[in-house]
């Protein structure tokens, strides 16, 4: 798989994606400030640059809401690129990629390439 820019963390977490015809449930692999990785729910057609509106509740109560485009499909996952994320909801990721990544500073670098990203908004 190619280098990435941005740290992924592990997370198998329940999501909801909302694909602008359906909403579905089916489950997170990893998650970073620049996107996700996605299991592909059963019986769907998605496209490439299709518009997913994903929303992760973790345990604690914390919600992270992005609105991402699909990137890549392989076999039965997919990923999704971040078009934008609240400032809530960065507030959230940014707690679980502290709690996880070996070097919690990497952290603010990522959230502030976000922000200066063009679909980045706060």
Request: glycine content about 6%; aromatic content about 4%.
């Amino acid at each position: 798989m190619e280098q990435r820019q941005a740290k992924r963390v592990h997370l198998f977490q329940r999501v909801q994606v909302d694909d602008g015809t359906q909403k579905l449930e089916t489950f997170c692999l990893d998650i970073s400030m620049r996107g996700i990785l996605l299991v592909i729910p059963e019986n769907v057609s998605w496209q490439l640059e299709q518009s997913l509106k994903i929303t992760l509740t973790l345990e604690s109560g914390g919600v992270i809401d992005m609105d991402s485009s699909l990137v890549h499909i392989d076999d039965d996952v997919v990923g999704c690129a971040c078009d934008s994320m609240d400032f809530e909801s960065q507030e959230v990721l940014r707690g679980v990629l502290e709690s996880n990544l070996e070097v919690p500073s990497q952290v603010n670098r990522e959230l502030a390439e976000l922000i200066s990203f063009p679909g980045g908004k706060s």
